[in-house]
């Protein structure tokens, strides 16, 4: 079981036509059950997958695959409905200003068809795993950075996501709650989700957690032993 | 909904005291408007007494002495639009029969 | 999906741009209550006016010559309509207009025979007394009501005539036949004009005719149906002048688009987010409708309400002005129908926001996520 990229070719089409692409027809598997750490240097294109393995773009060619179903040439329709079992943690967060903390974990619960009381239940135990109980009503533009961004993983990961895609999950947090966060990631590896995870952090590129990595640069994937 | 509490109430305790605040307010609503419509029952009804009292032709809607209150004050001869001081828009034609009997002359203009 | 999650992020979502869902509430409101006043005064009037029209008379005959109107012999009168088979309840009327100051008032004659009583209990005025409508000004309260027609009389006021029934008696003065036919000019025995009534008003245009000659004068015959119709369409075609008011309406109304398509921009990158957390384009359609609907619904209902106010409510001054120029009673008009008038202003302006929100949802949620993220969508 993966979530695989095949053939996969992405080029910005405000770039023009003699811009290189981003990555040009690469082939990369990520299995369901393991965690997988993508590491690179800056503007290598590594948002730009998890993106694409969101099915939030669609690649110039080639395809990514969810166990052989080709979901990035599926109808918006259909890909709205297949994104329902992903959660993502942007890089920019996108947190929704004007709303409080709970409101926007909630809001990755809402299209869910569950009651109110259930979804508010899940949304508060999922902020107060993440350390975060004592800013459950406030803005959430008044959060610090690290809180902020323990916040986009609570939102991500509150639906119990089968493919969990982080992007730079960890670059605001202190050690303890780097740790707590990746207790949280392999939990849910060893749930059968696939967790891909995008950093810098170096504690990540040193963590022994991931059971694969790799390394992407000048369009090139390589597996990191 | 800035609070804990307040999400509760989304779907618990507090749905229901809104659901009867908006009931409260709908049924008062609709209970002023009954009132207002039977006090303007009421006026109407009086207003009609006193027509059929006085044999009155027209409601007092505009002024004495305009066309529009005693639109047969008019001479029927006279065509209202040589009239300046009248506008068109406060003159209407009533379809009358006229008659000169005797005179051998019946006419409805 | 459930209803309530969606009902309770459609407030959430609109509690994040109050202003521009209060601008909505207040443009939608004012557009529905300016249609919705348009189309329920032009119906509460003319049906308030056919609904007091049934209690006058059903035909009038005056007695005319080459000047117009002439005195009527009441004795030669009744005998001639006695005659004619059909004719119901026929009965002279004094009446008139004369001056009180500068300002014409109807009078009406009126004397205590054959048990006749004016209602409420109030007494028939005796020679030089008289009953004032409430919109007859007199401003001598201590002195006299003069009056002035061929002659001027003096009468003392007994009080005024009841507010309630000022939609029949606003500038009326009730008072003694006598003093009425010597203010009109009539001598003892004549009379303004014969009023009768009919089994059904069917019949009364034939026996118009009949009447017609039975008269040893000309006279000039007018059926209430006549009036009625005159009188239709004089207000249709008030009416169709009111509609203008559907101008800036319509204008509001566009504005009120522009504002939507405004709103479905500006929450673009939100419906980008929202999409990426799993939100379908069916969810992000109805969450749109929804929020369209939590602001349009409560201002839709605050137009109507408050077009039934400024139609209805008691007291209300400015009305009689605006629809017959003219300061005059306190209108108590018929809200009975206004439920089809309510319909169409709800067609006019509630189905077009609603098609309008639609429309801005739809034009939003076509994009890739991404794209409505980074603000690059259609």
Not at chain 1, 14 to 37: H, I, K, R, S, Y
Not at chain 2, 62 to 87: C, E, H, K, Y
Not at chain 2, 92 to 101: E, M, N, P, Q, Y
Request: hydrophobic letters at 50%; aromatic letters at 8%; glycine letters at 10%.
């Amino acid at each position: 079981m993966t979530l695989a990229c095949h053939n996969l070719t992405m080029a910005w089409p405000q770039a023009g036509n003699n811009a290189e692409p981003l990555f040009n027809a690469v082939d990369v598997g990520f299995e369901f059950g393991q965690m997988t750490l993508v590491t690179g240097p800056t503007g290598s294109g590594k948002s730009t997958l998890l993106h694409l393995l969101a099915g939030l773009l669609r690649p110039t060619s080639g395809e990514v695959r969810d166990q052989g179903r080709p979901v990035s040439r599926w109808p918006a329709g259909h890909r709205d409905q297949w994104r329902r079992q992903v959660g993502i943690c942007f890089q920019n967060l996108f947190l929704m200003p004007g709303l409080s903390l709970l409101d926007n974990v909630l809001q990755s619960l809402i299209p869910r068809n569950m009651q109110w009381s259930a979804m508010v239940d899940l949304a508060q135990r999922m902020i107060t795993v993440l350390d975060l109980a004592a800013f459950m009503a406030a803005p959430v533009q008044i959060l610090s950075g690290g809180q902020q961004q323990r916040a986009a993983v609570a939102r991500a990961m509150v639906h119990a996501p089968r493919i969990l895609l982080l992007d730079e999950p960890t670059a605001f947090q202190d050690d303890a709650h780097a740790e707590r966060l990746m207790d949280l990631f392999v939990q849910c590896a060893a749930g059968g989700a696939c967790v891909v995870v995008s950093s810098h952090d170096a504690r990540l590129r040193q963590s022994d957690r991931f059971h694969a990595r790799f390394h992407l640069d000048d369009g090139v994937f390589e597996a990191v032993e | 909904m800035k609070n804990r509490n307040s999400d509760h109430c989304e779907g618990g305790d507090c749905s229901r005291v809104k659901y009867w605040v908006s009931i409260s307010i709908i049924l008062l609503t609709v209970g002023l408007l009954a009132a207002v419509a039977h006090h303007a029952d009421g006026n109407r009804r009086e207003a009609g007494r006193w027509m059929e009292s006085l044999d009155l032709s027209l409601p007092a809607f505009w002024p004495s002495g305009t066309p529009l209150r005693q639109p047969l004050a008019l001479v029927p001869a006279v065509d209202t639009r040589f009239i300046p001081s009248i506008p068109r828009r406060l003159t209407l034609k009533i379809d009358t029969v006229i008659s000169a009997a005797g005179h051998g002359m019946e006419a409805r203009p | 999906m459930n209803i309530v999650p969606m009902m309770a992020w459609s407030r959430r979502d609109l509690g994040r741009r109050p202003a521009l869902a209060v601008l909505l509430f207040l443009a939608l409101s004012t557009v529905t209550a300016l249609v919705a006043a348009v189309l329920i005064l032009h119906h509460a009037v003319v049906r308030t006016f056919d609904g007091l029209l049934d209690h006058s008379p059903a035909m009038v005959v005056r007695r005319v010559g080459g000047g117009g109107w002439m005195p009527m012999p009441v004795a030669p009168a009744l005998s001639a309509v006695r005659s004619a088979p059909g004719a119901v309840r026929p009965r002279t009327r004094i009446w008139g207009v004369v001056a009180a100051g500068d300002v014409p008032v109807t009078i009406v004659g009126v004397e205590k025979v054959h048990g006749f009583g004016l209602p409420g209990g109030i007494e028939v005025p005796t020679p030089g007394q008289a009953w004032l409508g409430t919109g007859v000004r007199w401003p001598d309260k201590g002195q006299g009501l003069a009056l002035t027609g061929r002659q001027r009389v003096t009468l003392a006021v007994s009080g005024r005539l009841p507010e309630s029934a000022a939609m029949a008696v606003h500038d009326l003065v009730v008072l003694h036949a006598d003093d009425a036919r010597r203010l009109l000019g009539l001598q003892p025995g004549q009379a303004s004009d014969l009023v009768l009534d009919v089994f059904h008003d069917q019949e009364a245009d034939s026996l118009a005719r009949e009447l017609s000659t039975a008269f040893p004068w000309p006279v000039q015959i007018t059926t209430r149906h006549a009036v009625r119709t005159a009188y239709a369409t004089h207000f249709a075609a008030r009416g169709a002048a009111g509609l203008l008011g559907f101008i800036p309406a319509l204008l509001a109304l566009v504005l009120l688009i522009a504002a939507l398509g405004v709103w479905g921009f500006r929450g673009r990158p939100d419906m980008g987010l929202m999409k990426a957390m799993g939100w379908t384009s069916g969810d992000l359609l109805r969450l749109h409708l929804t929020r369209a609907v939590l602001v349009g619904l409560p201002a839709f209902a605050a137009g109507l309400l408050g077009a039934w106010a400024v139609c209805f409510f008691p007291g209300n001054k400015w009305l009689p002005r605006l629809l017959f120029d003219w300061s005059g009673p306190t209108l108590a008009l018929s809200p009975h129908g206004a439920i089809g008038s309510l319909a169409l202003a709800a067609a006019v302006v509630f189905l077009p926001y609603l098609v309008a929100s639609f429309w801005s949802g739809w034009q939003t949620v076509q994009a890739d996520p991404m794209e409505l993220i980074q603000g690059r969508g259609q």
